[in-house]
């Protein structure tokens, strides 16, 4: 018997950490993506295209993924300057300060 419940304990745990992992999947392919907070939550927003300046996201980030067959470029400066953070297809990550990237990306470059 106690191993019966030992086991639903872990089943509930595993399943208890799905949700975060799932918030990863909103990020289409073909698109660049980000959220505001860490681990792929929050705020979610994704691009298509070239962005000079990502109104709305500046300086908010704590979260990206690139679902597109090429590299991406996330700058801390608008207009594709200041420090690049690039990731290529299917890269993801969280920036925690003192990391650069954490709440820094102002503009995204989508390389061909
Ligand atoms: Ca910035």
Same mark, same amino acid.
């Given at each position: 018997?106690?191993?019966?419940?030992?086991?639903?304990?872990?089943?509930?745990?595993?399943?208890? *950490?799905?949700?975060?992992?799932?918030?990863?999947?909103?990020?289409?392919?073909?698109?660049?993506?980000?959220?505001?907070?860490?681990?792929?939550?929050?705020?979610?927003?994704?691009? *298509?295209?070239?962005? *000079?300046?990502?109104?709305?996201?500046?300086?908010?980030?704590?979260?990206?993924?690139?679902?597109?067959?090429?590299?991406?470029?996330?700058?801390?400066?608008?207009?594709?300057?200041?420090?690049?953070?690039?990731?290529?297809?299917?890269?993801?990550?969280?920036?925690?300060?003192?990391?650069?990237?954490?709440?820094?990306?102002? *503009?995204?470059?989508?390389?061909?």
């Amino acid at each position: 018997m106690a191993g019966g419940v030992a086991a639903a304990v872990l089943f509930a745990s595993v399943a208890l *950490s799905a949700p975060a992992e799932a918030h990863i999947s909103q990020c289409s392919s073909n698109r660049a993506c980000a959220w505001f907070d860490v681990d792929y939550s929050g705020t979610f927003g994704q691009w *298509s295209g070239p962005t *000079s300046y990502l109104s709305g996201w500046n300086d908010l980030i704590s979260s990206s993924s690139n679902r597109r067959t090429h590299a991406v470029g996330w700058f801390t400066d608008s207009g594709y300057s200041g420090n690049p953070w690039v990731q290529y297809p299917n890269e993801s990550g969280s920036y925690i300060w003192p990391h650069f990237a954490a709440d820094s990306f102002s *503009s995204l470059w989508f390389y061909a």
